[in-house]
């Protein structure tokens, strides 16, 4: 486990970077209005967002297609401490982690792919995220917000993005009509 040392309040905090996804219950809302409040948490600056996009669910068949996106922030807190503000995130929205089907159809998902450069295997968390390396519907969106970052362990987002073997994603019209 290695974790960035915790930044000075006086400095930039660490890039942190989150994957939302959603496919029920207007998915687009969903996804728009969790950026909303990514931009509300504590210690917390919602730096960019990418644009919506849209996949085939990895899971069980017969669920709805996927919407898409990444915020990158700007954060002074502790990865723990964000992981936890994103599941209260989730919970605002319906999620009930512990009832999930796993890969299944939900309202709101809330992934910290990177945290500055980190590298972290706990029982709660794991960064960078397992597969964030070889998912199209994380690597496009990922790649538009921070297009020269390094994934630890794995490479420049750009070069996974191109060597992506499934891009069976298509970005979203302005305003979804989901």
């Not at 990514?38 to 919506?52: H, N, Q």
Request: proline share 11%; hydrophobic share 40%; glycine share 6%.
């Amino acid at each position: 486990m290695r974790l960035p040392s915790r930044p000075d309040a006086a400095r930039a905090g660490v890039a942190a970077y989150i994957g939302l996804g959603s496919n029920l219950e207007r998915p687009a809302a969903q996804v728009q209005r969790a950026f909303t409040e990514l931009s509300a948490l504590p210690e917390t600056r919602l730096v960019a967002r990418s644009r919506l996009y849209r996949s085939r669910p990895l899971g069980p068949p017969n669920q709805p297609d996927y919407i898409n996106a990444v915020a990158a922030l700007q954060t002074w807190l502790q990865p723990l401490s964000l992981l936890r503000a994103l599941r209260a995130i989730e919970r605002q929205h319906g999620r009930r982690r512990e009832t999930d089907l796993h890969w299944g159809p939900r309202t709101l998902d809330l992934d910290m792919l990177v945290y500055g450069d980190a590298t972290l295997h706990t029982p709660e968390l794991i960064l960078p995220h397992p597969g964030v390396h070889e998912r199209s519907f994380v690597l496009y969106p990922l790649a538009e917000v921070a297009p020269t970052l390094v994934i630890p362990g794995h490479g420049p987002v750009w070069l996974l993005r191109d060597r992506c073997r499934s891009p069976a994603i298509e970005m979203c019209k302005e305003t979804p009509d989901e």
